[in-house]
């Protein structure tokens, strides 16, 4: 082959790579890392001294389709809805809000999860696998419309919400 | 009411019996009249049970407040707990000394009532914070008991205390449950025979429910008794004697399960308790099954929703009758048994009266547990009748519930009636229904069972039943088996009830108006806007200066109020199991509170 196809062969693979970032799937993700209560993600504006350099864990699951699908599905299968319904809460607070009791930076939800919270949220620190804990976040990010809209799922798995029994109904749209 | 005895011996036709039978039928018929009814007790102006006596009649005998002078009742004093969720108990009222539990975290308040709004001390129990990740329905409580000198009542984290109630010193504490099992405790406990009972909350979270008793002066457990598995932990014995062959076998709480169901099967005891001092009898029903989804667990689910009569002593079961076998719409057999002695066809019968989740008051023979009538006080679809010969309920088979979609079944997972309790005037005869018309769909989906973690599977809606209204108060006659007159509510009447000897019933409404009804005809008589909803249990006493008070607590929240309380999304009306659908307008009519009222003639 010339090494002009090979450059143009080249380009056009990079560039299909960064394209499917949000179509990649790990498939060997590693199952028995489990998250584990420790150094903290910031939870507060007040930063005495003056505000610091912080590292903040990335979520790999940012952005990523398949993981926020795994994210409901898991949201359901932990128990999660059981507290929370869909987003709307019960025994749990809301998770479609705009003002967050901790925050919803995803370090901060992660965090909520594997430490648990004082009034209630339960503490799954060494239970759940690191990996699922980040699409569970994914996912309640996509809930608040904080994950592009390709990658959001368009309902939840649950009934339907039939707008008709919502009780008053909705105020209609205006056009 | 009674006839005289002249006619009664006339009707029955015992002028051919010969003399010596109708002396003794005569004697009979004279002795029933005149036998002290349970409903009658003596009334010393005090509250010192939730339900005001170990009947749960919630009447006061005081006569002071009437349907003429109600219209002049004023606000008396008030008192804040600055708590913000559901505010359920009923203040006690002993010694002149008001006693009040909050809601998480339960905080014990004694008020002084010869000095309004003073408090004499406080106890403050510290349940743990983490518990309120366990309560299924906002982090509520029901109220305490007092005996000899001691209150009692149940912390969320599954603590019950003894307080002196003198000196607000803690007596004793006994640990009952354990959060991490999904255990939490809310309900009101009675004394009987000499102990404290008390029960476990937990039906969405797949705890094994029980019922105890324990030692008044020591909080040692007596008994426990569980609602599901062998009969050695149910505590059926050879004194067990159900009326109905459905409720008959041996262990029949293992047997109608699947494997280790049982085991995370729900029938918790969140229960109203009720106690007939003369038969030694404490009767009360089991939570709904674990999980909601009723696919997951085949078989009859016993002992879940099932009224239970047993000896306070040693927790032994004496009968049994399963209301809602193998439920399949969270219809908890837990609400209010009245215990009544009524004339029934001519005999007086020791009577039950349970309005239960599904819509149907049952009028139970209390000796024996045999089902005298069960007619609908509010909208059913979920069932058309109860079969009296085999007690069976004749289930709507289009509205079983499981993995699969079912539209409008009424009534809904809160049932025609949820907790909150009715009351009876033995003047009028009428029982005081305080309850719901709302319909739901629901939607199956697997449950994984995860301990601490609600065990439901299902996918709730909920809407206002047939009218529009979602609740409603009811004078219903338990003889006749039939509503007398009903005054709709916007709202479902979350609120407990109250009714004197002035004729007057007292409730509250989700909305925050705290009314008086003429007890005869349901008019209006008064009606007074509180700072929050009202989901408590209002009460009448007589004060240090011999007035007649009414009190109740207001303070949103609870299952039906949880859009408030806990600051829910309407956009999801899943939430809070279904009921955020149907009260998605309740945050404009009332925000978070807590607030003792008490009104008084001025």
């Not at chain 1, 309902?155 to 039939?162: A, M």
Request: with cysteine.
């Amino acid at each position: 082959m010339s090494s002009r196809y090979l450059r143009v062969a080249g380009v056009f693979f990079s560039l299909l790579g960064v394209a499917c970032q949000r179509e990649e799937r790990d498939l060997r993700p590693a199952p028995t890392r489990l998250a584990m209560p420790g150094p903290a993600a910031r939870e507060s504006l007040l930063q005495p001294g003056g505000p610091q350099e912080t590292l903040t864990p990335v979520n790999p699951a940012e952005g990523n389709g398949y993981a926020i699908s795994e994210g409901q599905r898991l949201f359901n299968a932990y128990n999660c809805s059981g507290c929370h319904s869909h987003g709307g809460g019960g025994i749990g607070p809301p998770l479609i809000k705009d003002v967050w009791i901790y925050g919803n930076d995803p370090a901060v939800l992660f965090d909520t999860i594997v430490k648990g919270r004082p009034n209630g949220m339960p503490s799954w620190g060494g239970r759940l696998p690191e990996y699922e804990i980040w699409q569970i976040v994914a996912y309640i990010r996509s809930l608040n419309n904080l994950e592009p809209k390709s990658v959001t799922p368009t309902r939840s798995d649950s009934i339907e919400q039939n707008s008709h029994t919502l009780t008053p109904p909705p105020e209609p749209k205006p056009q | 009411m009674t006839d005289s005895l002249g006619a009664k011996l006339h009707r029955r036709g015992t002028m051919a019996i010969p003399n010596t039978i109708a002396a003794a039928a005569a004697l009979f018929c004279f002795a029933g009249i005149l036998l002290p009814q349970i409903q009658n007790e003596a009334d010393d102006g005090q509250w010192t049970m939730a339900a005001k006596n170990p009947a749960s009649t919630r009447y006061s005998a005081l006569s002071q407040i009437t349907t003429a002078n109600a219209k002049n009742l004023k606000l008396a004093w008030t008192f804040s707990t600055g708590l913000t969720k559901g505010h359920e108990a009923a203040p006690l009222v002993v010694n002149n000394t008001m006693y009040i539990v909050t809601p998480w975290p339960n905080i014990l308040y004694a008020l002084d009532l010869t000095n309004p709004g003073a408090t004499k001390w406080t106890y403050s129990p510290h349940p743990s914070a983490s518990s309120q990740g366990t309560a299924c329905c906002d982090v509520v409580n029901r109220g305490a008991v007092y005996y000899k000198g001691k209150i009692f009542y149940n912390t969320l984290d599954n603590y019950t205390v003894a307080v002196d109630a003198t000196t607000g010193k803690q007596v004793w504490k006994t640990l009952m449950g354990d959060i991490n099992k999904g255990e939490s405790m809310t309900m009101a406990p009675i004394v009987a025979g000499g102990k404290v009972i008390v029960g476990n909350s937990g039906g969405e979270f797949g705890v094994h429910g029980w019922m105890a008793g324990l030692e008044t002066e020591t909080g040692k457990i007596t008994w426990r008794a569980y609602a599901t598995g062998p009969d050695s932990q149910v505590l059926i014995g050879p004194d067990f004697k159900p009326f109905y062959a459905k409720d008959r076998g041996k262990d029949l709480g293992v047997k109608t399960w699947q494997g280790d169901q049982w085991k995370i099967g729900g029938g918790s005891g969140w229960s109203w308790i009720s106690y007939d001092p003369d038969l030694d009898l404490i009767y009360y029903g089991t939570s709904n099954p674990g999980p909601w989804n009723a696919d997951m667990r085949p078989g009859d689910n016993k002992w879940t929703c099932t009224l239970f009569a047993r000896k306070p002593e040693t927790g032994q079961a004496v009968w049994a009758y399963q209301i809602n076998p193998h439920d399949n719409h969270d219809y908890d057999g837990v609400n209010e048994n009245i215990l009544l002695d009524l004339t029934i066809h001519g005999q007086v019968r020791k009577v039950l009266a349970h309005p239960d989740r599904n819509g149907r008051m049952y009028l139970m023979d209390r000796t024996t547990g045999e089902v005298l009538s069960a007619e609908a006080f509010a909208y059913v679809n979920t069932s058309d009748s109860v079969d009296l010969k085999t007690g069976r309920l004749h289930e709507t088979d289009a509205k079983k519930t499981g993995f699969k979609t079912v539209r409008d079944i009424c009534p809904a997972p809160p049932g025609g009636k949820d907790w909150q309790p009715s009351s009876f005037s033995p003047r009028t005869g009428l029982i005081y229904i305080p309850h719901n018309n709302l319909c739901a769909e629901m939607s199956g989906t697997p449950a994984n069972y995860i301990a601490g973690t609600p065990y439901v599977g299902s996918d709730v809606r909920m809407y206002p039943g047939p009218g529009g209204n979602r609740g409603a108060l009811t004078a219903w006659d338990p003889v006749a088996a039939k509503p007398v007159w009903s005054v709709k509510e916007m709202f479902p009447a979350w609120s407990g009830t109250v009714v004197t000897a002035g004729d007057v019933v007292f409730y509250g409404t989700m909305d925050g108006w705290f009314k008086a009804l003429d007890a005869h005809n349901g008019n209006l008589l008064w009606k007074f806007k509180v700072g929050s909803g009202v989901i408590g249990q209002p009460i009448s006493y007589k004060g240090p200066d011999g007035k007649q008070y009414v009190a109740v607590l207001a303070g949103v929240g609870g299952w039906s109020g949880a859009i408030v309380s806990g600051g829910l999304n309407a956009a999801d009306g899943t939430a809070a199991l279904g009921f955020v659908n149907a009260m998605a307008d309740l945050p404009k009519y009332t925000t978070t509170g807590g607030m003792l009222y008490v009104f008084s003639l001025p």
